[in-house]
């Protein structure tokens, strides 16, 4: 049973991130993943989008993902989110953003991001 594009973006932000799933990042993630900022484009590969995640990952001694509004059709997922974060110097911060994800066969192959700001939202 393929997974619902709602259910691939909730997994992909609260266990791959927030519980640092490597395993089901591999299995969530296309065969390419399309990242999409303003006058941007970028095609990973699968590899390169799951390294993404594990390298990002390196760079924290913690960090979690807390969704605060997830809105879904059959293939898109808008979600607005925050993100406490500490460094492995022990650093603390916390930023947030929006994204949005299109999943095609239970599979992320896009996501659309304008960056983030730093705090949180009000």
């Given amino acids: 049973m393929t997974r ?3 259910e691939v973006v909730e997994l992909y932000n609260l266990v791959v ?12 993630l ?3 993943v399309t990242r999409h900022d303003v006058g941007e484009v970028k095609v990973l ?19 979690r993902f807390d969704l605060k ?9 808008a979600i607005v989110y925050q993100s406490p974060m500490r460094t492995t110097d022990g650093a603390e911060i916390t930023i947030g953003s929006m994204e949005i994800f299109r999943v095609v066969d239970g599979r992320i192959t896009e996501v659309w991001n304008c960056g983030y700001k730093q ?4």
Avoid: K, Y
Avoid at 17 to 28: C, G, H, I, M, Y
């Fill in 4 to 6: 619902t594009a709602r």
């Fill in 17 to 28: 991130w927030n519980e640092r799933d490597f395993v089901l990042a591999d299995e969530l």
């Fill in 69 to 77: 509004l997830v809105v879904a059709d059959d293939e898109h997922v």
């Fill in 30 to 32: 296309g065969d390419t």
């Fill in 119 to 122: 705090g949180v939202w009000a």
């Fill in 45 to 63: 590969s699968h590899e390169e989008a799951v390294n993404r995640v594990v390298d990002h990952c390196g760079m924290f001694e913690s960090i």
